[in-house]
Each structure stands twice: as structure tokens, then as C-alpha cells.
């Protein structure tokens, strides 16, 4: 991976600002031409650093009121186990994120719901019931204070 450059990042910005901003337009922010920034993101994209471009949807204006966090716990650390519990997770589509963690839990899940009976639905109906899970916790968000999904371009 190659570093950033002043002018990579002034790009990158222009992009997380409006993905579909003209190339004229990042160049300009950019101060550049557009021949080289059409050159630069076309190498930033090569190199992974921009993984895509996809519409950021609002969960609430679509039906989902709730967001909640669910910490789970596995009754085994088994192969077959693990296997089981990622694959049902994958498939479950209120599951927006889910990451391994260290501590107390095994995992940490981002569920959407269109409201607290939905969320217990889908904790007590589904999560709890998946084979090997032992625990259950959730964690109702009330609030987003900060959401980015853009990493700081030191």
C-alpha cells in the first residue's frame, strides 16, 4: 500500500463527501486537473483503499426505530460451532454488523429493528434459539452520538 499524499487525501475527502461528485469537481477541491485525479482514483481503487461506492440509506426512514447491540456468547468454541452460529448471522438480514470480540463475550452484533417488540423477536425467537448460543445480552441505542465509517486519514 502506497501513502497518502496531500492531494490523495483531498480526493479521498471530496468522495466521502459525495461519492457522486463529477471528477471535475473533486479536482477542483483537490486542486489538481482532472486527468491526474481521474489517475489517482483509478490507482486508489486498484490498491483497495477505495473499496466502492454505495448509497448510506436511512434505517429509520425505512422502518427501523430501533438500533440495539447484542452481545452473545457460544456454549462452545468448536469448529462446527462457530461455522453454525457466523453462517446463521450472514443470513439473518436485521443483523447489519457482527464482530468476534475479546472479553466476557464472543460477539458483538448491530441489529436494526422497526421497534422493541421486533428487536425481541428477533433476539428471543431467533438468536437465542441458534444452536451452540449460551448467552444473550442487548443493548438499546437511544442515541448516535458519532457514526462514521471513514478512518482518519493521517
Not at 482532472?34 to 436511512?58: C, F, H, M, N, Q
Not at 462457530?82 to 446463521?88: G, H, K, L, P
Not at 457482527?98 to 472479553?103: D, N, R, S
Amino acid at each position: 500500500m502506497s501513502r497518502l499524499d496531500v492531494f490523495d487525501k483531498r480526493i479521498i475527502t471530496a468522495l466521502q463527501e459525495d461519492a457522486r461528485m463529477p471528477i471535475a469537481a473533486v479536482a477542483e477541491r483537490a486542486t489538481l486537473s482532472a486527468t491526474p485525479v481521474s489517475r489517482r482514483v483509478k490507482k486508489l481503487e486498484d490498491e483497495g483503499i477505495i473499496a466502492g461506492y454505495a448509497p448510506v440509506l436511512d434505517a429509520r426512514k425505512l422502518g427501523f426505530e430501533l438500533e440495539a447491540y447484542v452481545l452473545i456468547n457460544l456454549k462452545s468454541h468448536s469448529d462446527k460451532n462457530i461455522a453454525r452460529f457466523e453462517n446463521a448471522i450472514r443470513d439473518n438480514p436485521y443483523v447489519v454488523s457482527c464482530h468476534a470480540v475479546t472479553g466476557d463475550m464472543d460477539y458483538i452484533l448491530r441489529i436494526i429493528a422497526r421497534d422493541v417488540e421486533h428487536l425481541s423477536q428477533i433476539t428471543l425467537k431467533t438468536l437465542v434459539r441458534l444452536d451452540g448460543v449460551r448467552d444473550v445480552k442487548s443493548i438499546i441505542a437511544l442515541e448516535a452520538v458519532k457514526e462514521s465509517r471513514s478512518p482518519p486519514l493521517e
